[in-house]
């Protein structure tokens, strides 16, 4: 079963504009991560936050993290064309072995 | 360096025949993942190896599908007999420790059971 749920499940913006995806699991974590999955390819790991942390950057990327709500949100600024895939929340609990949500697919538009 | 190394990259074959998927994990990574996704399932951790010991097998559908880990660096994933459900893309992931977290992901072997 998928412990992360991601929203919205698809996303369509321009490009320069923020985007926003939101995940909501269900048990507690050690960690959150993002993880990014271009057509046709493999995933690739874009930030990790722990449990003790409230928010990350990365770049034109931003994580935050609320425990209390089990919720994070995943905002890329200023999008490119290239930022078009797939995004993936994926939580680490004790066990470490990841858990992954049902991806939210977001297009940039040129 | 070389990233996580799957293959083949495609697959067809015909439903009761046996599929055997490979991967080579990034040299040095001491643990090794093998997913499954699907568009009704999305990704599904089949299996997971710790110095090459399966830790938990939990996900295996069924007896089916077995996998190995000869050594640090190979994994094989196996279906006998294979079924039309079956088919999705097969990912193998490997980290440098299970406590490392971060998986580097192979591109995916892709699965079709006629």
């Known amino acids: 079963s998928q412990q992360g749920e991601e929203d919205p499940q698809a996303l369509s913006i321009q490009e320069g504009e923020n985007a926003t995806m939101n995940c909501s699991y269900k048990?507690?974590?050690?960690?959150l991560q993002w993880y990014r999955q271009n057509s046709g390819r493999g995933l690739v790991h874009l930030i990790l936050?722990?449990?003790?942390?409230r928010e990350k950057h990365s770049g034109r990327l931003r994580v935050t993290l609320d425990t209390s709500k089990k919720s994070s949100s995943l905002l890329i600024t200023a999008s490119r064309a290239a930022d078009t895939a797939s995004y993936f929340c994926?939580?680490?609990?004790?066990?470490?072995?990841?858990?992954f949500g049902s991806g939210t697919q977001l297009t940039v538009l040129p | 360096d070389a990233g996580v190394i799957q293959s083949p990259r495609h697959e067809v074959t015909e439903m009761g025949q046996e599929v055997t998927l490979r991967c080579k994990p990034i040299?040095?990574?001491?643990?090794l993942f093998w997913y499954r996704q699907t568009m009704m399932r999305g990704l599904e951790l089949l299996i997971y190896?710790?110095?090459?010991?399966?830790?938990?097998d939990s996900g295996m559908p069924e007896d089916r599908f077995s996998a190995k880990m000869p050594n640090a660096s190979f994994s094989t994933l196996k279906i006998q007999p294979s079924e039309p459900r079956d088919s999705a893309v097969y990912f193998c992931?490997?980290?440098?420790?299970?406590?490392?977290?971060?998986?580097?992901f192979g591109p995916g072997t892709r699965l079709t059971v006629l």
């Open positions: 048990t507690s974590i050690n960690n």
């Open positions: 994926a939580t680490a609990g004790s066990a470490r072995q990841l858990t």
């Open positions: 190896f710790n110095n090459n010991v399966p830790i938990d």
């Open positions: 936050i722990r449990s003790n942390e």
């Open positions: 992931a490997s980290s440098l420790s299970v406590s490392t977290d971060t998986q580097y």
């Open positions: 040299s040095g990574h001491n643990s």
